[in-house]
């Protein structure tokens, strides 16, 4: 199975993530048959494994791809919201998985709205990373509210998001850098990671090129902004124990 040409499943890059669109979406995380998206689900050895590391507008599906070898054991999941680019990363992976006998048996893409549906999806507490690379800056003021970070969806995040879980957001945009990071820094329950602690994690170089996006912000010689979060306990919750 030869791998999908990008050629064939171009379209506008920009969604409109209020718009009400068709998406089937379960009422309870339960009721979602992940069987569907990870075959290996239905082995013996994998039928209680879970969505633990989650790339929100994973665009054609470099992280994914990447990502998938390093950590054989996690399953990946790719949300996005348009369809002939969801298409691809399926595509995509079929062909993988087709190529290459018992490897990508682990990442999978899903056509949904992060920002409305994620809490039908995943338990409280389910993820370990979480990643928005190079998300649409939707630079007019009156569209920030369709940016994918703000102040209201990051109780969300927090919510899908396990203790000591970690959040990686990566830009070519400083304005949308700053709006994350001042985000992130006024909510309780993250706190940005340091550059010493970011030594010793293996994704963070991944982050850089591994996407499209990425790759062309390179080629263009552009600049590239960097914020790793960590999801810290609910000082509230523990001191009410």
């Not at 989650?54 to 470099?62: A, P, T």
Request: glycine share 4%; net charge neutral.
């Amino acid at each position: 199975m030869a791998l999908p040409q990008k050629k064939y499943y171009r379209q506008r890059a920009h969604s409109n993530p209020i718009a009400d669109h068709c998406f089937e979406y379960p009422s309870h995380p339960d009721q979602y048959d992940w069987s569907n998206l990870y075959p290996i689900l239905e082995t013996d050895e994998a039928k209680e494994k879970k969505v633990e590391f989650l790339d929100v507008g994973c665009g054609y599906g470099g992280l994914l791809v990447t990502l998938s070898p390093m950590f054989p054991e996690n399953l990946m999941l790719g949300l996005e919201i348009r369809v002939k680019v969801s298409d691809y990363v399926n595509d995509r992976i079929q062909a993988l998985r087709s190529q290459h006998k018992d490897k990508y048996q682990n990442i999978a893409v899903l056509r949904t709205n992060a920002m409305k549906y994620l809490p039908n999806f995943f338990h409280k507490g389910q993820l370990q990373k979480l990643f928005f690379l190079y998300p649409d800056p939707h630079f007019k003021k009156a569209k920030h509210k369709w940016r994918i970070i703000n102040k209201w969806l990051l109780a969300e995040y927090a919510y899908v998001l396990a203790e000591q879980g970690i959040v990686y957001t990566i830009t070519d945009v400083k304005d949308l850098h700053e709006w994350m990071v001042t985000h992130f820094e006024e909510h309780p329950l993250f706190k940005r990671m340091t550059d010493e602690e970011l030594k010793y994690d293996k994704i963070v170089d991944k982050l850089f090129d591994s996407t499209e996006e990425g790759q062309k912000v390179t080629r263009n010689n552009g600049d590239k902004f960097l914020a790793v979060f960590k999801r810290v306990p609910d000082e509230f919750m523990e001191n009410n124990k």
